[in-house]
């Protein structure tokens, strides 16, 4: 079992930068795909990016690619995500979640999720 814990949401202008951080607890961290979804109001769940294993391979929604940086520290059992030229259509509940699976995109493949955090960007 992995639990998954979010923290660095917040309000933030546009144009302005967030990290969040995701700290995992139990075994085998480093053997999860691990990825970011976002929840906007009124919206589903959508996919960001997620990071394999071992970090050597990410994959964004196009609509991050650029701005979005996602990295892992396997030592320390925690996945980023850097998030930059904040727009306020970025605005949603952002959550990390840990695939057994190689770099799936869909929600569907995940098999643990953490509680999510708020990010708000003000225009």
């Known amino acids: 079992q992995v639990q998954l814990v979010e923290s660095g949401g917040g309000l933030v202008q546009a144009g302005g930068s967030l990290r969040l951080s995701c700290a995992a607890s139990g075994r085998a961290f480093s053997s999860y795909t691990m990825g970011w979804f976002r929840r906007a109001p009124g919206k589903e769940r959508e996919f960001?990016?997620?990071i394999s294993w071992n970090g050597g391979s990410t994959n964004y929604a196009d609509s991050v690619k650029g701005?979005?940086?996602i990295?892992?520290?396997?030592?320390?059992n925690t996945?980023?995500?850097q998030?930059?030229?904040l727009k306020p259509e970025d605005t949603a509940v952002y959550y990390c979640a840990a695939?057994?699976?190689f770099m799936p995109t869909?929600?569907?493949s995940y098999d643990h999720w953490g509680q999510g955090t708020q990010v708000t960007v003000s225009s």
């Open 79 to 81: 996945v980023f995500l």
């Open 48 to 50: 960001v990016g997620c």
């Open 99 to 101: 695939a057994r699976s």
């Open 83 to 85: 998030m930059n030229s």
């Open 67 to 69: 701005r979005f940086t």
């Open 71 to 76: 990295s892992r520290d396997n030592a320390e």
């Open 106 to 108: 869909r929600r569907e």
